[in-house]
């Protein structure tokens, strides 16, 4: 699942995507890792893997645990990610 899932991570490259409080945000993908535009941080391919076990996310509750939760949530439940997957 997380190969479909990083290629369509990919496939949006810096299109904006929108967090659950509704900031808006774009992203560069770098190898096995993504570069956030809001925030100096970035999150690996390995972390989403992580988080894709707790999808379909209603909140950022499940995933807190992980690096840039807020960020997670919006791009896993954006329906260009998860599609009709969860």
């Keep these: 699942m997380i190969e479909t899932v990083w290629e369509r991570i990919k496939g949006c490259e810096g299109q904006v995507f929108k967090q659950i409080r509704g900031g808006e ?7 096995n890792t993504i570069e956030l535009s809001r925030t100096n941080r970035s999150i690996s391919k390995n972390t989403f893997k992580e988080a894709l076990k707790y999808v379909p996310l209603e909140n ?27």
């Design 25 to 31: 945000f774009t992203y560069k993908v770098k190898g």
């Design 60 to 86: 950022t509750v499940p995933v807190q645990h992980l690096q840039a939760p807020s960020y997670l949530f919006a791009i896993l439940m954006d329906k260009r990610i998860r599609q009709n997957d969860w």
